[in-house]
């Protein structure tokens, strides 16, 4: 499994992105995938996950200011973040779960300015 995050980039306080992350490859293996992120100085954090029924779960900091969906027709899966804060600055991490085996996007930075 191949995935490849793009969409981060610069932007205000109470401004929107939208991340995506585009799955290739083995996708059958996948059961879930999510989204994390990893603020400098930081550990990686869970930010959302969504299973392949589309249920989604957050966390609970973000609740209500992030929306994680996918388009299975383009096997890519997307992060609308709103009402971002400088806080929410880092690299955002997209990951696909399999039954035995995680896989890793390269990564997409989001700065937040104030």
């Known amino acids: 499994v191949q995935l490849q995050a793009s969409g981060g980039g610069l932007v205000q306080a109470g401004g929107s992105l939208r991340l995506s992350c585009a799955a290739s490859g083995t996708i059958f293996r996948i059961s879930f995938m999510a989204w994390y992120r990893q603020a400098p100085g930081k550990q990686r954090e869970l930010v959302a996950t969504i299973t392949n029924d589309g249920n989604a779960s957050y966390r609970d900091s973000l609740k209500g200011r992030f929306t994680i969906s996918k388009d299975n027709a383009k096997n890519t899966v997307y992060l609308q973040m709103n009402s971002l804060k400088p806080e929410d600055t880092a690299v955002y991490y997209c990951?696909?779960?399999?039954?035995?085996?995680?896989?890793w996007g390269q990564g997409t930075l989001v700065t937040v300015s104030s």
């Open positions: 990951n696909a779960q399999g039954s035995t085996q995680s896989y």
